[in-house]
């Protein structure tokens, strides 16, 4: 079974900063990787598919890079509105599906 | 619009069955896997399963089999998430949420999302 594992697991910067979540999978999962932000009260928003592909209508400042076992999620400057948590997500033969375990990213 | 809208909130006892549900529009129904995501209060998201509503095809995260039953009425577009006994540990907010193949990869993600629905199980 493949698992994420997300670090930090909270990262507390200000508006304005880069953010750069980490995403690691132990085993190869190509470029099959999503994210998705969650703010309180509210559903996952899938920001992320295939490791760098934004989804429609998500801003330039959030981009994803790597392949392979090593994924990161940068944020180029944050806005107040990005402070939430992140997920990551795999998908391979079995099993289907796998989530990190997220990264809370807080005001400083 | 593509949108996935989830049944409300639910209270219920230990021991009860209950079905929750998911009704996709805006999108061919039988041709996306419609998967179920648990996630307790604060705590992170757990994959519990997936269907094809085309064929009713379906796939069980070792945690969650034989612990749920999940169902789809392509007739009415809807997928379907059940208990026959409740326990005080079910309580959790449950999404629904349609997963997308890539045409060329066998990569997958999730979108949309259901609003979710929490499931309150308490004496």
């Known amino acids: 079974e493949i698992v994420l594992t997300q670090s930090p697991a909270t990262l507390s910067l200000s508006p304005g900063e880069r953010a750069t979540l980490s995403c690691r999978a132990s085993?190869?999962?190509?470029?099959?990787l999503a994210w998705y932000q969650q703010k309180p009260g509210q559903a996952p928003r899938l920001l992320i598919y295939d490791a760098s592909n934004r989804a429609t209508g998500i801003p330039a400042r959030f981009s994803g890079s790597g392949s392979g076992t090593d994924f990161t999620l940068t944020i180029s400057s944050l806005e107040p509105e990005d402070f939430a948590v992140y997920y990551c997500?795999?998908?391979?033969?079995?099993?289907?599906?796998?989530f990190g375990q997220g990264t809370r990213l807080e005001i400083k | 619009e593509v949108q996935l809208v989830q049944s409300g909130a639910e209270v219920k006892k230990p021991g009860e069955s209950l079905k929750i549900s998911c009704k996709g529009s805006g999108y061919s129904f039988t041709s996306y896997w419609i998967g179920w995501v648990r996630q307790m209060p604060g705590k992170g998201l757990e994959w519990m399963g997936i269907i094809y509503p085309g064929d009713s095809d379906t796939r069980y995260s070792p945690s969650f089999q034989g612990q749920v039953t999940i169902s789809a009425d392509k007739s009415i577009s809807t997928a379907y998430l059940q208990w026959s006994s409740l326990k005080a540990s079910d309580t959790a907010m449950y999404y629904c949420?349609?997963?997308?193949?890539?045409?060329?990869?066998?990569?997958?993600?999730?979108?949309?999302w259901g609003q979710g629905t929490l499931v309150t199980v308490s004496s």
């Open positions: 085993q190869s999962v190509s470029s099959y």
């Open positions: 997500q795999q998908r391979s033969n079995w099993p289907p599906v796998t």
């Open positions: 949420a349609r997963l997308v193949i890539g045409v060329t990869t066998g990569s997958g993600w999730f979108d949309p």
